[in-house]
C-alpha cells in the first residue's frame, strides 16, 4: 500500500494470539479496535470467566482507543452487503470493515471476509 499508515485497526480474531500484544507495542501509528471487535471479545472472555474490565484495562495500558461505532462506519461497508445469507453469517464484519479508511491497514485472522467488503487486500494484514 503507498503512502503513510495513519491507523492500524484491529479485528476480535488477533486477540487469540498472545504475540500480537508484543508486535502491536512496536508500533507508533494509531490503533484503534472498533466498538464491535471490542464487544465481541468481552463477550468471549466473560463466557470464559474472565473480566472483561480486565481486557478494557489492557487496551488503555497498550493505548488501543476503542472506536465508536457511528452511522458513517454503517455506511461505508455493511450498505453494501446484499446477500441476506452472507450478511447473517458476517455482519460483525461489516459493522468492523466500516472502521477502515482508505490510509489504514486491518490486521485480521480472516482476510477473505474483508476481501469481500471491498477492503484492499494490501490494506490487509493477515494474522
Known amino acids: 500500500m503507498g503512502g503513510e499508515v495513519l491507523r492500524i ?3 476480535t480474531g ?3 494470539r498472545k504475540e500480537i500484544w508484543l508486535e502491536l507495542a512496536e508500533f507508533d501509528e494509531d490503533i484503534v479496535l472498533p466498538a464491535v471487535a471490542f464487544t465481541e471479545r468481552a463477550r468471549q472472555l466473560n463466557r ?3 473480566n472483561p474490565r480486565d481486557f478494557q484495562i489492557m487496551l488503555h495500558m497498550f493505548d488501543i482507543e476503542i472506536e465508536p ?3 458513517q462506519e454503517g ?3 455493511a450498505v453494501t452487503v446484499d446477500d441476506d445469507g452472507w ?3 458476517n455482519a460483525r464484519d461489516a459493522l468492523i470493515g466500516g472502521h477502515v479508511g ?3 491497514m486491518l490486521w485480521t485472522t480472516n482476510p ?7 477492503i484492499k487486500p494490501d490494506q490487509i494484514v493477515a494474522c
Open 102 to 104: 482508505p490510509t489504514d
Open 9 to 11: 485497526v484491529l479485528d
Open 112 to 118: 477473505k471476509d474483508f476481501i469481500k467488503l471491498g
Open 87 to 89: 450478511w447473517k453469517i
Open 69 to 71: 461505532f457511528r452511522a
Open 48 to 50: 470464559q470467566g474472565f
Open 75 to 77: 455506511l461505508v461497508r
Open 14 to 16: 488477533v486477540f487469540f
